[in-house]
């Protein structure tokens, strides 16, 4: 999977103010530029660094609307126990008939030192409970 076409690159206490601008990029840009992986997971850096990371996903469930929910809400439960923070939900598009199509997530991790094995166990929990691989990481 390649990289959303924006950067993150800023102190964190900067991208913090900007996560909601982050995560609907993210959405947008898994929409239009990787529908077809469905979903997907991506780290996000500031200074080189990562610290935190962000999750997408392509598929709402036609048969049970509020299944993709309840399963990102398990694993956002999961991240909280981990030390990790939703730093903001966005979907896209945000208005038509396929509104909310895509959802992205964005986490930081509590300690910059472990965002990255924060990432793999959120695919990994993700993975599990969704019953799918999720793009490789970046």
Known sequence: ????????EKKMNDTMSDADKHARA???DA??????????????EGEGKAFGFYIYDNNPWADDPTRRD?????????????GCRLAERATYPTVGEDAGYTLALIF???????????????RDFAAKQLGTVFAPLN
């Open 1 to 8: 999977m390649r990289s959303p076409g924006f950067t993150m």
């Open 26 to 28: 993210a959405a947008h």
């Open 31 to 44: 929409y239009e530029n990787n529908f077809s992986s469905r979903r997907g997971t991506g780290q996000w």
């Open 70 to 82: 309840r399963l990102y809400a398990e694993l956002v439960a999961f991240l909280e126990r981990r």
């Open 108 to 122: 930081v991790s509590a300690d910059q030192d472990n965002a990255i094995a924060d990432h793999v166990a959120a």
